[in-house]
């Protein structure tokens, strides 16, 4: 009985010992399993990259309220684990502290003088829902600059974030990305959410080719909606600049749409023979799509006028993605109007379609009129999976290797300005922001600005799919629980009949 205690005592110190020392080692190491489907708890080669390369000290404030929701506690500790881990990989050079600004005004200040506003979230609290201002952000200092991260979510890219703002911070020189100017392009101001992204890591510029010298200072050149013919000169200018190993994105308008006449017009600038000149055809059509988006008919009911939003195949919602670094990690962008691509060179060159209509989508040849209530049938979309964006890749013109990436809608990430201004979906921009980060970055940084970020609404999920989830939820843990008790039931009766056995000790 003694001996029995005795181990007993030495199982319980060991136990303790070894926990003791997972503790005291976890201060020093962090690891952790990751299993989701895109590894999104793991950081990427890119991230420990620029990490182990830092030559200063990179201090994260993050300004956190204390009492939040149990959602958005979990948000706060996803964002401690991320700085754990950059801390580790960085040997001590990344260093965080979290901070309360609701402790104290003078804190609160500091937070929103740093740039981190405080958001307004719903409380729940005994039967009643009631408003708090709260804080979720943090400040990324290096020396005498800082980059701010105003709001930290689960919707955000919080790995991209991180990493780009810190390789900004470490960044002596920015590569030049250009948009071309001079034929009808929307001005920088009208793209203000993709330059927004694209400054973290490149200096953009408006560049008019007959007025530069020289192409070759760019990484990129960025053509977005041309509107006016493009001279020859300045095309043969771009033949040069692929020819030097110049990579070109091209978001361009083939047709055009004018809903105060309701029709379509085809648009000739120049990019299309260019571009033909390549291989890649862009069809002188309208896409159209019987997954779509909507527009807005004004009608007259009992003297009142009610608008109702009525699909519009014109409008092409485009979910079919290629496995492709520009795409990875995209759910849907939605075309304002769309046009085919083709591709008609040989095999010299690596052609990918980047994205595709879906399987129930067809053509319409320019000109045409709209007709908005019209009734589509199957015959209105008999041709599937329409390439709707490329990369063309190889030595497009001459020796060098070059890139190309064509999208077939030059407004589908354009904001607008003034009254006409309006927020494009971030999938919208993430297409034109990664085509440039593959056409011009090197780090790898292009796979995190979608990592995480994922939209898969039940609704557009089969009927039986939603069903045998519904249902799953419901009847899966209590299935558990019976088959465990079974289990333990089974286990219990065999041991009963074991004791009843002559010879048992």
């Not at 992204?197 to 192409?215: A, G, K, M, Q």
């Not at 919602?317 to 939605?334: A, C, M, R, W, Y």
Request: zero cysteines; glycine letters at 8%.
């Amino acid at each position: 009985m003694a001996n029995s205690k005795s181990n007993s005592i030495i199982q319980i110190g060991v136990v303790v010992a070894i926990i003791v020392l997972i503790n005291v080692l976890a201060v020093d190491y962090f690891a952790r399993l990751d299993l989701t489907d895109d590894n999104r708890y793991t950081l990427s080669n890119a991230t420990i990259d620029i990490l182990e390369n830092l030559d200063e000290p990179v201090t994260i404030t993050a300004y956190f309220t204390e009492d939040l929701p149990p959602r958005l506690i979990q948000e706060r500790k996803n964002f401690k684990d991320l700085l754990i881990e950059y801390s580790s990989y960085s040997d001590g050079m990344v260093n965080y502290e979290f901070v309360n600004p609701n402790e104290e005004d003078k804190t609160a200040r500091e937070a929103m003088q740093a740039g981190v506003q405080p958001v307004i979230i719903n409380v729940r609290e005994k039967d009643q829902v009631k408003q708090q201002r709260a804080y979720m952000g943090a400040v990324i200092r290096k020396g005498d600059e800082k980059e701010v991260l105003p709001v930290i979510t689960q919707e955000s890219s919080l790995e991209y974030s991180l990493s780009s703002n810190i390789k900004k911070l470490s960044a002596t020189h920015k590569p030049k990305v250009g948009f071309v100017t001079g034929h009808g392009e929307p001005s920088l101001q009208e793209l203000a959410q993709v330059v927004k992204s694209l400054s973290v890591l490149y200096t953009v510029e408006e560049v008019n080719i007959s007025e530069t010298d020289s192409l070759s200072k760019y990484k990129t050149l960025v053509i977005v909606a041309p509107s006016d013919s493009i001279p020859s000169d300045e095309l043969d200018a771009l033949n040069q600049y692929l020819a030097g190993g110049g990579n070109i994105y091209a978001a361009l308008n083939r047709v055009k749409g004018d809903f105060s006449q309701a029709r379509g017009m085809p648009l000739t600038t120049g990019l299309e023979g260019w571009l033909a000149e390549k291989g890649l055809k862009i069809g002188n059509n309208f896409v159209v799509d019987n997954r779509s988006g909507t527009v807005g008919v004004t009608q007259n009911r009992g003297g009142f006028r009610m608008t109702t939003q009525v699909k519009f195949p014109y409008l092409p919602l485009i979910t079919n993605f290629s496995d492709h670094p520009i795409t990875k990690g995209l759910e849907q962008v939605i075309f304002q109007f769309a046009s085919s691509i083709e591709y008609t060179g040989d095999t010299t060159l690596n052609f990918v379609p980047l994205a595709r209509s879906s399987e129930n989508s067809g053509k319409k040849v320019a000109p045409l009129m709209f007709q908005v209530q019209k009734e589509w049938t199957r015959e209105d979309f008999n041709s599937p999976e329409i390439p709707v964006a490329a990369a063309l890749t190889g030595p497009i013109v001459g020796a060098h290797e070059s890139k190309l990436v064509v999208i077939s809608d030059g407004d589908f990430a354009v904001g607008g300005k003034g009254r006409n201004q309006r927020r494009q979906s971030e999938d919208n921009i993430s297409l034109m922001v990664n085509g440039v980060d593959w056409l011009s970055d090197d780090t790898g940084l292009i796979d995190l600005r979608t990592k995480g970020i994922s939209s898969r609404p039940i609704d557009e999920l089969e009927e039986g799919t939603k069903t045998l989830l519904r249902y799953g939820n419901f009847f899966l843990p209590i299935l558990l629980i019976v088959v465990y008790g079974i289990i333990r039931k089974q286990r219990q009766r065999a041991l009963r009949v074991k004791r009843m056995e002559e010879g048992y000790v």
